[in-house]
């Protein structure tokens, strides 16, 4: 029987409190415990990126983060992404530029292009791929995916660019 | 490994963390835990009673200049180091290690005190702080309460793979990077299967002063995951230091480097093929340094 800690965080946006055991991973905590299943269990070990989330609107790998170390942190899930403007934009451009094949992979990649396009608005191909090299994807050979985040930051930067007219 | 743990403790203070280190049974140190997970998951750690998570203490992750050292915070996440304007000014090797340093999602949660305490031969920012002579600062509580510290070398740190010279009792608390002058020349090289989130096969930092003449001086030379720690290749730096790099004293230097290494065979590679890289790509490396 393992240790049990109380954690207060915000989940999308939400606030919870929940019991844990101190070896329990975030990514255990999201699907087993809250049952928020768009975050992937991939690896379990940091190599794959399927299970990406953002921590205080970082990207870190939910498999490698305590869940008692979520105490007080903002969580956001491929599910919190639904209305967020840049969430959009890339899933709009992973469905026409074909970057979705079997599908695993895609939450982790666009919760890691999210944080991309927050922190870098109009990335270029090279800082597509430097973005993702946390990420796996076994079907598509990544070059769609690639097109696919920078097309998304080029139409956010167009639109955004149409605003201010 | 975690059904060990009887108390887990997120202080906010330097004092109150110290304390529950010195607690009979120790605790566990869990900061940006991404060696900790897997190696927790892997049955690879032994937990002590108290599984102490810093990630809180205030003041242990800010980047500052004293006097004649960069200092940085042991809470400082690569990622904050990176893109860090007074480390890329100052330690643009470490920055250069750190671009080679897993992945981004990695980046933005291990910090640089668990990189070092983690001790991994083949740890990608323990070479280029060997080569920039950089100290560890571990501090403790005495038995009137106060903190004290000390500095070690990191070239004294390490022990053996996952074995460092911090007491149980003690807290690596920051990193002390000398500031150099100019003429610095700064190279670093990991080889690897891929850019990205691979262990590296051999690493290579080198850190030395050119002059006026074009002689090298303060030559340190450090190599990972050629031994159970990294190490300096202290012969070849003695080949090198005061003297004009050219061709042949680069091979020369190289091979010294290649015969000071101690690997092993493992998955990665052969200890015969470790120790060409050795050779070849600190042969390379010179060789870039005496045409720049």
């Known amino acids: ?165 | 490994m975690m059904n060990a743990v009887e108390r887990y403790l997120a202080p906010t203070t330097l004092a109150q963390a110290l304390a529950a280190l010195a607690t009979p049974g120790g605790a566990t140190v869990l900061a940006g835990g991404t060696d900790l997970m897997p190696q927790a998951n892997a049955g690879r750690v032994k937990a002590a009673s108290t599984l102490l998570n810093i990630r809180r203490v205030q003041g242990l992750s800010a980047v500052a200049l004293d006097g004649n050292a960069l200092v940085i915070g042991t809470l400082a996440t690569l990622a904050t180091l990176q893109h860090d304007a007074l480390v890329r000014a100052q330690a643009p090797l470490l920055v250069d290690a750190i671009d080679h340093f897993a992945s981004d999602q990695i980046r933005n949660a291990a910090t640089l005190g668990g990189n070092l305490c983690n001790a991994s031969p083949a740890g990608d920012t323990l070479t280029p702080l060997l080569a920039l002579d950089a100290q560890v600062e571990l501090a403790r509580l005495t038995d009137d309460g106060s903190i004290a510290t000390r500095r070690l070398p990191l070239a004294d740190f390490f022990i053996a793979p996952g074995r460092t010279r911090r007491e149980p009792h003690e807290l690596l608390t920051a990193v002390r990077v000398p500031l150099r002058g100019t003429g610095q020349i700064a190279r670093f090289h990991k080889a690897g299967t891929r850019p990205a989130l691979d262990i590296s096969t051999i690493s290579i930092a080198l850190a030395a002063q050119r002059d006026d003449q074009g002689c090298l001086h303060d030559v340190r030379l450090a190599l990972g995951a050629v031994a159970p720690t990294p190490v300096r290749a202290h012969r070849a730096e003695a080949l090198l230091e005061g003297r004009r790099l050219d061709a042949a004293l680069a091979a020369q230097a190289a091979q010294a480097a290649a015969d000071e290494a101690t690997p092993i065979d493992d998955v990665r590679a052969t200890a015969w093929y470790r120790r060409e890289l050795v050779n070849n790509l600190t042969r390379r490396m010179l060789d870039d340094v005496t045409q720049a």
């Open chain 1, 1 to 165: 029987m393992s240790l049990k800690h109380e954690i207060r965080f915000r989940l999308n946006g939400v606030e919870q409190r929940t019991s844990v055991d101190v070896g329990l991973s975030a990514l255990q905590l999201l699907r087993d415990v809250i049952g928020l299943p768009g975050t992937k269990y991939g690896c379990g070990e940091g190599e794959c990126g399927a299970c990406t989330i953002l921590v205080d609107g970082a990207s870190v790998n939910a498999c490698l983060l305590f869940a008692v170390d979520c105490g007080g942190r903002e969580l956001t899930t491929i599910e919190g992404l639904a209305g967020d403007p840049r969430a959009q934009a890339l899933r709009q451009a992973f469905v026409a530029h074909g970057a979705v094949q079997c599908g695993f992979c895609t939450p982790g990649m666009v919760v890691q292009a999210t944080h991309l396009l927050a922190v870098e608005p109009k990335p270029d191909a090279a800082s597509a791929k430097r973005a993702i090299e946390g990420n796996l994807c076994r079907c598509t050979g990544y070059q769609k995916i690639v097109d696919a985040i920078v097309d998304a930051g080029a139409r956010l930067a167009d639109t955004t660019a149409g605003d201010k007219q």
